[in-house]
């Protein structure tokens, strides 16, 4: 059965920082692209970044309201994704999820984990 | 970026009825590759999102047969047969094309 499950949330100063990690298991982890979304409660999704596999150089992208102040990382000699925050502020609070880029061609984010909850507040 | 326009933003649907949901997006989601990434996803209340519908129309392994999306280009659309109580949530399409990957606001489907 594949399973992500998110750690490393909780309670942060603005300007702190705070590391996700993500565990994964059930498939080949190193074979798989990883993306990081999150949500704020009771409103919609918003995509943060991926992370490509080995072949790929370990490629990132990240959406530019995090980009600089976030880095999405993994390994995968663990199974395991990373989301490092820096300079957090009041806006990034939300439920922070790790996903699976669909693992059979074209794209979807096929398996999600439960999410943390971050929340930056003073 | 890429506007994902979603409607309605809530629909009230009898059980056995189909219901619809249509995504506009601000730009052509065919990839220099030639395919259309347009997913859509269902998220329940407390859980998260779960993939339906990838690649404009294909059905994630487990969906059911109700559910399908077509379109091309800038409007897609995802259709449900016949409604079941289970189908209730949030709905929400999701562009893969280019970057940064952008969600639909989502639809809230009710059964009446």
């Known amino acids: 059965e594949v399973q992500l499950v998110e750690s490393g949330g909780g309670l942060v100063q603005p300007g702190g920082s705070l590391k996700l990690s993500c565990t994964s298991s059930g498939f080949i982890f190193s074979d798989s692209v990883i993306h990081w979304v999150r949500q704020i409660p009771g409103k919609g999704l918003e995509w943060i970044g991926r992370i490509r596999t080995k072949d790929n150089s370990y490629a990132t992208v990240h959406t530019a309201s995090v980009r600089g102040r976030f880095t999405i990382s993994r390994d995968d000699s663990n199974n395991m994704a990373y989301l490092e925050m820096n300079s957090l502020k009041t806006e990034d609070t939300a439920v922070y999820y790790c996903?699976?880029?669909?693992?059979?061609?074209?794209?979807?984010?096929?398996?999600w984990g439960h999410g943390t909850l971050v929340t930056v507040s003073s | 970026d890429i506007v994902m326009t979603q409607t309605p933003l809530s629909s009230l649907v009898t059980l056995g009825q189909p219901a619809s949901i249509s995504c506009r997006s601000s730009e052509s989601l065919v990839h220099n590759d030639g395919n259309t990434y347009m997913s859509w996803l269902h998220q329940r209340p407390g859980q998260p999102p779960r993939l339906l519908i990838y690649d404009v129309s294909s059905r994630f392994p487990g969906v059911p047969d109700r559910f399908s999306g077509s379109g091309a280009g800038t409007d897609f659309t995802l259709k449900i047969s016949r409604v079941e109580a289970e189908d209730v949530g949030l709905y929400y399409c999701?562009?893969?094309?280019?970057?940064?990957?952008?969600f639909g606001q989502g639809t809230k489907l009710e059964i009446k």
């Open positions: 999701m562009q893969g094309t280019h970057f940064p990957f952008i």
């Open positions: 996903v699976r880029h669909i693992s059979f061609g074209g794209s979807g984010l096929d398996y």
